[in-house]
């Protein structure tokens, strides 16, 4: 089973959305983060053909760049969850995604979110690596063996 987790892509600062202050949540894509978003999108698509279960930050840059990458990857089922913000509980949140796998599995998962999450989420799954710093878009894989409750690091895709 492989676990894709994706950070967002580049979104403006909170005091350039629109000219006015936004909300951390309302922060939108930069027209570079959409191209990050749509490229890591192809990328993915010559990894797998479908995504069995996505789930997506409810954040508008995550949602945003979720658009991009559907553009380029099928996918089974969606879901948005506030359990994968940037103040999300990881080790939870990694517990109760392993356990659900348990009993509907997935051959390929795909999480978008934020930093410090995605960092801590991975350094959950697989204890043997250092939280990893997302750049902007950037695809962290890992095989996932839930009834071990664990996974396994296989490396980052990143923009050149």
């Known amino acids: 089973m492989k676990l894709y987790v ?4 580049e979104a403006c600062s909170p005091t350039l959305c629109a ?3 936004q909300p951390d949540q309302e922060r939108a894509l930069t027209a570079h983060g959409h191209e990050e978003a749509k490229t890591a999108g192809e990328w993915l ?4 053909e479908k995504i069995d279960l996505v789930i997506v930050s409810p954040y508008v840059r995550a949602q945003q760049t ?3 990458v559907a553009q380029h990857v099928a996918a089974e089922v969606i879901e948005t969850s506030s359990d994968i913000t940037p103040e999300g509980d990881a080790e939870l949140f990694a517990s109760s995604l392993l356990a659900r796998l348990q009993i509907e599995p ?5 999480l978008v979110s934020h ?3 995605v960092c801590y989420l991975t350094a959950y799954l697989d204890r ?3 939280p990893p710093l997302f750049p902007t878009a950037g695809i962290a894989q890992l095989d996932l063996e839930p009834l071990a409750m664990q996974g396994f ?3 980052m895709h990143c923009q050149d």
């Open 6 to 9: 994706m950070r967002h892509g």
């Open 19 to 21: 000219g006015v202050v």
């Open 45 to 48: 698509a010559s990894q797998v």
């Open 66 to 68: 979720w658009h991009e």
């Open 106 to 110: 997935a051959e390929h998962v795909l």
């Open 115 to 117: 930093m410090p999450f």
């Open 128 to 130: 043997t690596v250092q």
């Open 153 to 155: 690091w296989q490396g």
